[in-house]
């Protein structure tokens, strides 16, 4: 990419400050969409403040923090409604997804939740929701689904009102109260008639995204379960760099046309966690060192729900405290006697070249090897350079390792749950 003569060279919009116009509407074939990031030239979601590389930084940061102990309080089993302090957090989706839904088809701009189980989009008439929603009174297709429905006993916090089925979950420091219904939903070229979702009514809370959320989690309800036929519980997706003037990758739904050419690691399960895509994370090496970790940091158990997934909502990696500080600590090493400063939740930035060259995830029987720009974040201008990872927020015990978006950028992550093997493969998605 051209070097940027900005002053306030950004991470995100450099491609607008260089005249880009990207192509935001590329038609989608067969059982692939586009993915793009919020603030892609594409996303009416996009920040509207140019922000520094500093103030994007952090509020990427404080985003991440509300996803962290969201997927902790799944972990949990219990939803823990943070109070957001200071300044308001608001959590935006990371990637969005172009859903049509109802007959004739009304379009949404869903996220993607690789850790949510559950679909849902706001409704018209809905207390609380942003503009755009969905007009079901102008869908032919369009059905609520009765209290006595087998799926209503399947969502969270059911309830009777009237004769429908409603629902509230809560999501980041938000809770939603919904009805269950069915409609067709069209993703990409592929209709899937009577698909079972959250008809949102009533949003408490500033997180939750604004054309709602397609979850891609293996829970009952899911996407991933109501889709067996056709999909067979496969999917992959390629997030795109987070430089990249596109910000456009791709979510490939079922197992045609999946790369061949991939390693693989074992899928594993958390049965009271199905929305969580666990991965079993055996040692990490800073450059060719192998950092000493206690194999408890690493340990999977589905009773305290400890372990590590993948997720595609938070943006930097985060590792249980001990893990986090060996390999920090390893990377200083490594750094010698450059003077190390923090930024924000980044407590490892220098102002000088890097000189560890790679870091490496090794999963059980496939090792994730990650050049410098899938673990450094740079200003644009080049002043600092931030190792792109933290531990756990303060004060906040998780138990859990997340592989996060920065780490999985230009990557090909392949989830095939019939033979529960996740897949990475590195791929130019743009
Ligand atoms: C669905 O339920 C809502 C609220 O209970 C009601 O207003 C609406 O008319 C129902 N729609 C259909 C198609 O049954
Ligand atoms: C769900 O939320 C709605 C609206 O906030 C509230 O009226 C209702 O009592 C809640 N239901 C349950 C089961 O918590
Ligand atoms: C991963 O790397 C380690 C250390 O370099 C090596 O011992 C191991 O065989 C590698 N695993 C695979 C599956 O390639
Ligand atoms: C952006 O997308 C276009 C096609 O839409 C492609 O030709 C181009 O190579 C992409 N650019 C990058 C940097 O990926």
Not at 33 to 52: A, D, E, G, T, W
Not at 258 to 283: A, D, F, M
Not at 327 to 351: N, Q, W
Not at 418 to 427: C, D, I, T, Y
Request: aromatic share 8%; with cysteine; hydrophobic share 35%.
């Amino acid at each position: 990419m051209v070097k940027l003569l900005y002053p306030l060279a950004i991470l995100f919009f450099s491609s607008a400050a260089l005249g880009f116009i990207p192509n935001c509407n590329i038609p989608e074939q067969g059982s692939t969409l586009q993915v793009i990031h919020v603030n892609s030239p594409c996303s009416p979601f996009r920040s509207k403040n140019k922000l520094s590389w500093e103030d994007s930084v952090l509020q990427m940061q404080s985003e991440d923090k509300e996803r962290l102990i969201y997927l902790s309080s799944l972990v949990a089993g219990r939803s823990i409604v943070p109070v957001a302090s200071g300044r308001q957090v608001t959590q935006n989706p990371t990637y969005i997804l172009r859903a049509k839904i109802g007959t004739p088809p009304q379009i949404f701009l869903m996220a993607m939740d690789t850790s949510s189980d559950v679909a849902w989009i706001p409704c018209s008439g809905c207390d609380g929701c942003a503009t755009t929603s969905f007009d079901t009174a102008k869908s032919t297709s369009f059905k609520n689904l009765s209290c006595g429905a087998t799926q209503c006993k399947q969502v969270p916090n059911p309830s009777c009102e009237s004769t429908t089925c409603g629902f509230n979950l809560t999501y980041g420091s938000s809770s939603i109260a919904a009805s269950l219904v069915q409609d067709t939903i069209t993703l990409a070229t592929d209709p899937i008639p009577g698909f079972t979702f959250g008809c949102v009514s009533k949003v408490t809370g500033s997180s939750v995204p604004a054309q709602g959320l397609l979850g891609l989690g293996r829970g009952p309800l899911s996407l991933l379960s109501q889709t067996q036929n056709l999909y067979k519980s496969t999917f992959s997706y390629c997030l795109p760099s987070y430089k990249s003037p596109n910000f456009s990758g791709s979510l490939r739904l079922g197992p045609n046309s999946q790369p061949i050419r991939i390693k693989y690691t074992q899928l594993l399960k958390n049965p009271r966690r199905s929305s969580l895509y666990y991965v079993n994370l055996e040692g990490i090496k800073v450059g060719n060192g192998l950092v000493k970790i206690p194999p408890s940091a690493f340990a999977h158990d589905p009773n305290t729900g400890s372990g590590t997934v993948i997720d595609s909502g938070t943006v930097f990696t985060r590792l249980v405290e001990p893990a986090y500080i060996a390999v920090r600590d390893e990377f200083r090493r490594r750094m010698g006697k450059a003077v190390v400063s923090s930024l924000g939740g980044f407590d490892t930035c220098y102002t000088v070249p890097i000189t560890v060259p790679t870091m490496t995830f090794m999963f059980s029987g496939m090792n994730m090897t990650l050049p410098q720009d899938k673990f450094i974040i740079r200003s644009a201008v080049g002043t600092t350079s931030c190792l792109a990872m933290a531990a756990a927020p303060d004060n906040f015990n998780s138990v859990l390792n997340v592989i996060a978006s920065f780490q999985q950028q230009n990557h090909r992550i392949l989830i095939d749950t019939p033979n529960s093997k996740l897949g990475v493969a590195r791929e130019t998605c743009s």
